[in-house]
């Protein structure tokens, strides 16, 4: 089982541009997480995918946006790049149970500098 | 606005001695709270959790602890080793109607030193 991964590991970008992350989840898992995670911070939730739906989103400006494929894999699309962008972008993944907490596994994340 | 606090960001502690990390919360609609231990290069690794209607879950050397009236949680490492050392998270957790969704702390540095 590899786990989740995530590519590319890192990503150095100019500020006006358009980025996408990409992450596999764990074999098994229907639902991918994506979390910024600035330097010094704790992960923040940008949004969760759940059967190729947006299912509920954090406090990020529409400049984020994302994707789930029916194989459950996910993107990550930031487009005009800022400064503040700069962060290590996690993904996670869970598989749906109920109306509780599902464990989330974490990918390695994708580190991204914006110039 | 910053629901889950993490107030140290560095704890050292001797091998073999007791690590406690604490975090405090003011959403009073979590209803699990988790510990990850986060290493360089990795992302963040799930070690335990508790529910919001217990007030202690224990796995091998870790115990965390929930005191709810205080909104207020820690994790007990015994004995500490060298291998615990790590950045930890507290993070909670609310299903919002259509989603579960984590909010994290800002994380302690633990250094286990011999």
């Known amino acids: 089982d590899a786990g989740v991964t995530q590519s590319p590991t890192h990503l150095i970008k100019t500020r006006g541009q358009q980025v996408t992350l990409r992450c596999s989840p764990k074999s098994g898992h229907d639902t991918v997480s994506w979390y910024q995670q600035a330097l010094g911070q704790g992960p923040q939730f940008i949004f969760q995918y759940y059967e190729e739906e947006e299912r509920q989103r954090g406090n990020f400006p529409d400049r984020f946006s994302g994707h789930q494929f029916p194989n459950y894999s996910s993107e990550l699309n930031v487009n005009a790049l800022l400064l503040g962008d700069s962060a290590l972008y996690l993904c996670?993944?869970?598989?749906?149970?109920?109306?509780?907490?599902?464990?989330?596994?974490f990918g390695p994340g994708t580190r991204l500098t914006v110039l | 606005d910053q629901q889950v606090k993490q107030n140290s960001p560095s704890l050292s502690v001797q091998e073999g001695r007791i690590s406690i990390l604490n975090c405090d919360y003011t959403?009073?609609?979590?209803?699990?709270f988790l510990w990850y231990k986060k290493y360089p290069a990795e992302g963040p690794t799930f070690l335990i959790s508790?529910?919001?209607?217990?007030d202690k879950n224990e796995d091998g050397r870790f115990t965390v602890f929930l005191n709810k009236s205080a909104k207020h949680l820690s994790l007990h490492i015994v004995p500490s080793q060298p291998g615990d050392s790590a950045v930890y998270f507290c993070?909670?957790?609310?299903?919002?109607?259509?989603?579960?969704?984590?909010?994290f702390g800002t994380g302690t540095r633990l250094q286990v030193t011999l």
């Open positions: 993070a909670a957790s609310v299903w919002t109607g259509t989603a579960s969704k984590l909010t």
């Open positions: 508790i529910s919001s209607i217990k």
């Open positions: 959403n009073s609609m979590f209803d699990y």
């Open positions: 996670a993944s869970s598989f749906l149970q109920g109306t509780s907490y599902n464990e989330q596994f």
